[in-house]
């Protein structure tokens, strides 16, 4: 910190008639990367540190980094600087990626207050301080959440021997976390239905106690930040400098959608209930918010033949994970080398670490690790985390490093990692997230990999999913565990992909859902009642009722992070996203010369132009949302 505090004080100092490109704003620009690859070196551990010691420290010192970082960006003296700077010859004539980075930095201080009076100013940061404080500390309560349920054999009926086999035992009582290892094949699997209520409303009302306090104050705090900057609440705050642009035309995105799927969504309701008094003789009509999984997979099986537990037999870890490499390598042009222990540098021993080269002309261009499988303490869903973000520090290349967490099952004496398709798809969604850091090609950090708008950041993996649908794509990524050189068969494929879009329009209601929740929540007038407003739009966007008592607005990671008014993006993005894949649908999936394409255009542009720009040339027209209509059930 005091590294970085010297280098922008010294920038200040700069005379105006001495000041240039590469004395101002070139200086930010590394100094930026600079404390970006320190600020991730000290967070990361709180998020995969075996030790939770060490996460201990990580949070703490993070929190000093959050308040620090708040203390830099709110620096008038700093702002000043550049504003005299755009009004320079030097200033005026920057073009591209520089004059795009003067524009963001200079707005970037207006966001934060500067240019208001002193005393907004220092209220400004108060808040940002404060919300910093909050958000850490409703991340660090999930990651450390020890609830356990137990259950006899009798009350898990249905789920896999496998299943029982990994889980602890208290007695003749199976001990159950929330992890999603735990919980889900409970959710799906389970003929049970108090066991599956259990475990529904446990998860649902995780850190309720705490994190929602944690929420509601930090809504009140975006609001009155929003209203000192001149905005009406903290969502059009947010989505002044994102691809929507207003809140009413993400409202009208949202709205339009929950119309569109309205009837679609009813019918898929009604077929899993009338599968559900089918099964259980139960005629009470109602869907629980512990029934859906459990259904829509005894749906799958029993009407597409498609069991979750026979499949995963196809897609043993190792397998996949060298399967997909091999594709994403043909696709972009790449080389991936996994290091010897004895030269990785790791932080657990299940992490794998790859340098990545360039096929073309056999240039270094970084590093990934992959982080697979479940620890105590450690982040608990799948993302993918920038270590080191590539750029250009004073004329010289930072390479970019990456890491891929997730929670996959882990392997059992007799049986490798066995994935379920799900998993396989989200597998290819984060490792496309890593793609984006890997390919970029930014000069300057804040454009570096995925720092593009929130709202299409989603779009490149989204795309990347559609790949595990294919049929030459699963013959490369499966093999069953027993014999690798048996691949998925033609039977299994032809169901997975016609089962692909089973209730799919209840399932994006769901995602609507979500959406609508983050939305309401920051354009709100006054105090918000989180649990209240989580519930009823539950009950009448997701379509099916949650549970008295608990709140699952405090498990929503998202929106305490950099996803506030912002959930809506995994939809919007994926108009995008679907298409983006039709180009590679009508040329071959395994094109590498559209993949080359895709690589350059849109991965390592980052956010050196807007997006739009980006999807317009890749496409060579601008985009439509036909395919994306027909993908989520609504056409």
Same mark, same amino acid.
């Given at each position: 910190?005091?590294?970085?505090?010297?280098?922008?004080?010294?920038?200040?100092?700069? =005379? %105006? /008639?001495?000041?240039?490109?590469?004395?101002?704003?070139?200086? +930010? !620009?590394? #100094?930026?990367?600079?404390? $970006?690859?320190?600020?991730?070196?000290?967070?990361?551990?709180?998020?995969?540190?075996?030790?939770?010691?060490?996460?201990?420290?990580?949070?703490?010192?993070?929190?000093?980094?959050?308040?620090?970082?708040?203390?830099?960006?709110?620096?008038?003296?700093?702002?000043?600087?550049?504003?005299?700077?755009?009004?320079?010859?030097?200033?005026?004539?920057?073009?591209?990626?520089?004059?795009?980075?003067?524009?963001?930095?200079?707005?970037?201080?207006?966001?934060?207050?500067?240019?208001?009076? =002193? %005393? /907004?100013?220092?209220?400004?940061?108060?808040?940002?301080?404060? +919300? !910093?404080? #909050?958000?850490?500390?409703? $991340?660090?309560?999930?990651?450390?959440?020890?609830?356990?349920?137990?259950?006899?054999?009798?009350?898990?009926?249905?789920?896999?021997?496998?299943?029982?086999?990994?889980?602890?035992?208290?007695?003749?009582?199976?001990?159950?976390?929330?992890?999603?290892?735990?919980?889900?094949?409970?959710?799906?699997?389970?003929?049970?239905?108090?066991?599956?209520?259990?475990?529904?409303?446990?998860?649902?009302?995780?850190?309720?106690?705490?994190?929602?306090?944690?929420?509601?104050?930090?809504?009140?705090?975006?609001?009155?930040?929003?209203?000192?900057?001149?905005?009406?609440?903290?969502?059009?705050?947010?989505?002044?400098?994102?691809?929507?642009?207003?809140?009413?035309?993400?409202?009208?995105?949202?709205?339009?959608?929950?119309?569109?799927?309205?009837?679609?969504?009813?019918?898929?309701?009604?077929?899993?209930?009338?599968?559900?008094?089918?099964?259980?003789?139960?005629?009470?009509?109602?869907?629980?918010?512990?029934?859906?999984?459990?259904?829509?997979?005894?749906?799958?099986?029993?009407?597409?033949?498609?069991?979750?537990?026979?499949?995963?037999?196809?897609?043993?870890?190792?397998?996949?994970?060298?399967?997909?490499?091999?594709?994403?390598?043909?696709?972009?042009?790449?080389?991936?080398?996994?290091?010897?222990?004895?030269?990785?540098?790791?932080?657990?021993?299940?992490?794998?670490?790859?340098?990545?080269?360039?096929?073309?002309?056999?240039?270094?261009?970084?590093?990934?690790?992959?982080?697979?499988?479940?620890?105590?303490?450690?982040?608990?869903?799948?993302?993918?985390?920038?270590?080191?973000?590539?750029?250009?520090?004073?004329?010289?290349?930072?390479?970019?490093?990456?890491?891929?967490?997730?929670?996959?099952?882990?392997?059992?004496?007799?049986?490798?990692?066995?994935?379920?398709?799900?998993?396989?798809?989200?597998?290819?969604?984060?490792?496309?997230?890593?793609?984006?850091?890997?390919?970029?090609?930014?000069?300057?950090?804040?454009?570096?990999?995925?720092?593009?708008?929130?709202?299409?950041?989603?779009?490149?993996?989204?795309?990347?999913?559609?790949?595990?649908?294919?049929?030459?794509?699963?013959?490369?990524?499966?093999?069953?565990?027993?014999?690798?050189?048996?691949?998925?068969?033609?039977?299994?494929?032809?169901?997975?992909?016609?089962?692909?879009?089973?209730?799919?329009?209840?399932?994006?209601?769901?995602?609507?859902?979500?959406?609508?929740?983050?939305?309401?929540?920051?354009?709100?007038?006054?105090?918000?009642?989180?649990?209240?407003?989580?519930?009823?739009?539950?009950?009448?966007?997701?379509?099916?009722?949650?549970?008295?008592?608990?709140?699952?607005?405090?498990?929503?990671?998202?929106?305490?992070?950099?996803?506030?008014?912002?959930?809506?993006?995994?939809?919007?993005?994926?108009?995008?996203?679907?298409?983006?894949?039709?180009?590679?649908?009508?040329?071959?999936?395994?094109?590498?010369?559209?993949?080359?394409?895709?690589?350059?255009?849109?991965?390592?542009?980052?956010?050196?132009?807007?997006?739009?720009?980006?999807?317009?040339?890749?496409?060579?027209?601008?985009?439509?949302?036909?395919?994306?209509?027909?993908?989520?059930?609504?056409?």
């Amino acid at each position: 910190m005091t590294d970085y505090r010297k280098g922008l004080d010294q920038i200040v100092a700069v =005379p %105006a /008639a001495q000041r240039t490109f590469d004395n101002t704003l070139g200086e +930010l !620009s590394s #100094l930026e990367g600079e404390w $970006s690859v320190r600020y991730s070196s000290c967070y990361f551990p709180s998020q995969v540190s075996a030790d939770k010691g060490l996460r201990d420290k990580s949070t703490a010192l993070t929190e000093k980094m959050e308040a620090f970082n708040i203390e830099m960006d709110s620096r008038e003296d700093l702002y000043r600087v550049f504003v005299e700077f755009s009004k320079t010859d030097a200033g005026k004539s920057l073009q591209g990626e520089d004059k795009r980075y003067l524009e963001k930095v200079i707005n970037g201080f207006e966001r934060n207050g500067l240019g208001l009076e =002193p %005393a /907004a100013r220092k209220r400004i940061s108060e808040i940002k301080q404060k +919300l !910093s404080e #909050l958000s850490i500390r409703f $991340s660090q309560n999930l990651n450390e959440d020890k609830t356990e349920l137990e259950f006899t054999k009798e009350e898990l009926d249905g789920v896999s021997s496998d299943y029982l086999q990994d889980r602890k035992m208290n007695g003749d009582r199976y001990v159950i976390t929330l992890k999603y290892p735990d919980l889900f094949p409970i959710l799906e699997e389970c003929r049970i239905a108090e066991t599956r209520k259990k475990m529904e409303f446990a998860n649902s009302a995780k850190c309720a106690e705490k994190n929602s306090p944690l929420l509601e104050e930090a809504i009140s705090l975006r609001q009155e930040e929003a209203q000192l900057l001149g905005f009406k609440n903290h969502a059009a705050y947010i989505l002044d400098i994102r691809m929507a642009k207003t809140t009413q035309r993400v409202f009208d995105f949202l709205n339009d959608l929950v119309e569109k799927l309205e009837k679609p969504a009813r019918k898929d309701i009604e077929k899993l209930l009338k599968l559900k008094e089918s099964e259980t003789k139960e005629s009470d009509g109602k869907l629980n918010i512990w029934d859906w999984r459990y259904f829509d997979n005894l749906m799958l099986q029993k009407e597409f033949q498609v069991d979750h537990n026979l499949i995963k037999d196809y897609f043993p870890l190792e397998k996949v994970t060298k399967g997909m490499l091999d594709i994403y390598q043909e696709i972009l042009g790449l080389k991936f080398v996994q290091l010897e222990s004895e030269k990785s540098h790791v932080w657990h021993e299940d992490v794998q670490q790859f340098e990545v080269l360039d096929v073309k002309s056999g240039n270094f261009i970084g590093h990934f690790y992959l982080d697979l499988f479940p620890r105590d303490g450690k982040y608990g869903h799948a993302a993918e985390f920038d270590l080191v973000k590539g750029c250009t520090i004073r004329g010289k290349k930072q390479n970019p490093a990456s890491a891929m967490v997730a929670n996959f099952t882990k392997p059992l004496a007799d049986k490798p990692s066995l994935l379920k398709f799900s998993e396989v798809e989200t597998y290819f969604h984060e490792f496309g997230h890593v793609m984006h850091e890997i390919c970029a090609t930014a000069k300057h950090y804040r454009f570096s990999g995925t720092n593009v708008e929130r709202d299409f950041v989603e779009a490149p993996s989204q795309m990347l999913e559609n790949w595990c649908y294919e049929e030459e794509v699963l013959k490369i990524i499966s093999g069953h565990y027993q014999d690798q050189s048996k691949t998925l068969p033609n039977e299994l494929r032809e169901k997975i992909i016609k089962a692909r879009n089973v209730n799919e329009a209840l399932k994006n209601r769901r995602q609507l859902h979500f959406g609508m929740f983050d939305m309401l929540l920051h354009t709100a007038e006054g105090r918000v009642d989180s649990q209240k407003m989580w519930l009823d739009c539950m009950s009448r966007v997701g379509m099916i009722p949650g549970q008295e008592g608990t709140n699952g607005a405090a498990t929503f990671g998202h929106i305490m992070g950099g996803y506030s008014a912002g959930y809506y993006g995994y939809l919007w993005s994926k108009v995008y996203s679907c298409d983006m894949f039709l180009k590679f649908k009508n040329s071959g999936v395994m094109n590498s010369e559209i993949g080359r394409k895709y690589r350059d255009i849109i991965l390592a542009a980052g956010g050196t132009r807007d997006a739009w720009d980006c999807v317009c040339d890749f496409l060579g027209r601008e985009p439509n949302p036909e395919a994306f209509l027909k993908e989520i059930g609504a056409q």
